[in-house]
C-alpha cells in the first residue's frame, strides 16, 4: 500500500516554518512529507536540519527534500552546480531525507542556448561528477519531470547517470505544459521513480491551441484511478504526494504555431496524438478558484483568500487521495 504525504510547496501562503509543516502533516494522519522550497529561516543551518530529523522521527513521518534547477547556463557555471548538488546532499543526509531533490530549468524556455541533446549530455555529466559522494551517504538524486524535457529524455538522462544514484520525482502536472499525457509520463518513468507527486488539470482546445491549467485534486481531466493502478504495477513501493498548484490562469499553448512547435523538435508523433486526444476529451474547469497566484500580483486583500484556497485545496486532495485512491496507511488506523 502507497504511503500518501503532502508537498508543502502546495500551501507556499501560508508562510509556515518546517516545524508548522510537519505538524500539520501529522495532524491529517499522513505518512510523509515533502519540504521543497522552504522558507524557514534555518534552511542552511545544520543544527536545524537536525531539529528536523528529530522532528519527523517523532511523528513518524517520511521525510523528503532537496533543491532547485541545478543546469549551468555557461560552461564557467559548471563548477557552481557541482556544488549544488553537494550543498543538496548535505543537506538531505542532515534531514534525514533519502532523495535529493532537482530540475534541470523551471522551463524549456529556460535552458540555455543550444540543442536539448547538449543539455541532456551536461546533466548526465554533472551528475557523474557527484555520484561517489552520493552513494556514500546513501542518498538518491530525484530529477523532477519539470517544464524542460520530454518523459523519455529525462528517464534518458537517469539512465545514462545511473539508476544507483539517480530516479525520478516523478510530477503529474508538469507534462501538460509539455503536450504530455500524465499517464503516458507516469508509464515512462515510473519503472526509475522514487516518488510520485499528484497534481490535477484541465486540458482543452482553444482557437490559438490548447489551454493548460492546475486544478484541486480529482476535478480535472488526468485519470488518476488509472496511473495509481498503472503505479502499482510499476513503482508500487514509491511514497505519493499531494501536491496541489492552484490560482493561476489557465496558459494557451499555440500547438498550431510552427515557431512554438519548432522548440519540441524532439515531440513524437504518438506522444503528440495522445496529448491532443486529452485535448479534445477535456473541458475548461467550472468550479470556483481566486486566480491570482501570478508572479507580481499578489496584493494583501488577495494573499487572505489565496492561504484559505491552498489549505482548502490541499485538504480536499488529501481526502480525494484517501477515499477514492485508497492511498496511505496511517489514517486508517
Known amino acids: 500500500m502507497f504511503r500518501l504525504g503532502l508537498n508543502t510547496y502546495s500551501i507556499r501562503a501560508l508562510r509556515w516554518h518546517d516545524l508548522q509543516?510537519?505538524?500539520?502533516a501529522a495532524s491529517l494522519k499522513l505518512d510523509a512529507i515533502f519540504l521543497q522550497d522552504s522558507i524557514d529561516p534555518g534552511t542552511n543551518d545544520p543544527a536545524h536540519w537536525k531539529e528536523v530529523k528529530d522532528a519527523a522521527a517523532r511523528l513518524g513521518l517520511l521525510l523528503?527534500?532537496?533543491g532547485g534547477a541545478v543546469l549551468?547556463?555557461?560552461?564557467?557555471?559548471?563548477?557552481?552546480s557541482v556544488q549544488l548538488l553537494r550543498n543538496g546532499i548535505r543537506r538531505s543526509v542532515g534531514m534525514g531525507s533519502p532523495p535529493v531533490r532537482c530540475l534541470l530549468a523551471s522551463d524549456r524556455d529556460h535552458l540555455p542556448p543550444g540543442?536539448?541533446?547538449?543539455?541532456m549530455e551536461t546533466m548526465v555529466r554533472l551528475l557523474k561528477t557527484v555520484r561517489s559522494e552520493a552513494l556514500d551517504a546513501g542518498v538518491k538524486f530525484a530529477i523532477e519531470n519539470h517544464k524542460d524535457l520530454a518523459c523519455w529524455e529525462t528517464r534518458a538522462v537517469i539512465e545514462q547517470a545511473g539508476t544507483?544514484?539517480?530516479?525520478?520525482?516523478?510530477?503529474?502536472?508538469?507534462?501538460v505544459f509539455i503536450m504530455e499525457d500524465p499517464l503516458h509520463t507516469v508509464e515512462t518513468l515510473g519503472p526509475v521513480a522514487v516518488m510520485l507527486h499528484l497534481r490535477d488539470s484541465v486540458v482543452y482546445e482553444?482557437?490559438?491551441?490548447?489551454?493548460?491549467?492546475?486544478?484541486?485534486?480529482?476535478?480535472?481531466?488526468?485519470?488518476?484511478?488509472?496511473?495509481?493502478a498503472r503505479a502499482k504495477e510499476i513503482c508500487p513501493q514509491v511514497p505519493v504526494y499531494v501536491k496541489p498548484i492552484t490560482g493561476r490562469p489557465p496558459a494557451i499553448l499555440p500547438v498550431y504555431d510552427p515557431a512554438y512547435m519548432q522548440r519540441y523538435g524532439e515531440l513524437r508523433a504518438s506522444d503528440f496524438a495522445r496529448f491532443l486526444a486529452l485535448a479534445r476529451n477535456g473541458h475548461p474547469y467550472e468550479g470556483a478558484m481566486v486566480i491570482e497566484d501570478v508572479p507580481g500580483k499578489a496584493p494583501e486583500e488577495y494573499s487572505a483568500a489565496l492561504r484559505f484556497q491552498q489549505k482548502d485545496h490541499m485538504e480536499r486532495g488529501i481526502e480525494?487521495?484517501?477515499?477514492?485512491?485508497?492511498?496511505?496507511?496511517?489514517?486508517?488506523?
Open 115 to 119: 540543442p536539448v541533446e547538449r543539455h
Open 21 to 24: 509543516l510537519l505538524e500539520y
Open 64 to 66: 523528503g527534500t532537496g
Open 164 to 175: 544507483d544514484f539517480v530516479g525520478s520525482y516523478l510530477d503529474t502536472g508538469n507534462p
Open 72 to 80: 549551468p547556463a555557461t560552461p564557467e557555471a559548471f563548477d557552481h
Open 320 to 333: 480525494y487521495a484517501k477515499k477514492v485512491l485508497d492511498l496511505g496507511i496511517r489514517w486508517r488506523q
Open 206 to 228: 482553444t482557437r490559438k491551441g490548447v489551454a493548460v491549467q492546475w486544478v484541486p485534486q480529482g476535478e480535472g481531466v488526468v485519470d488518476f484511478r488509472a496511473i495509481i
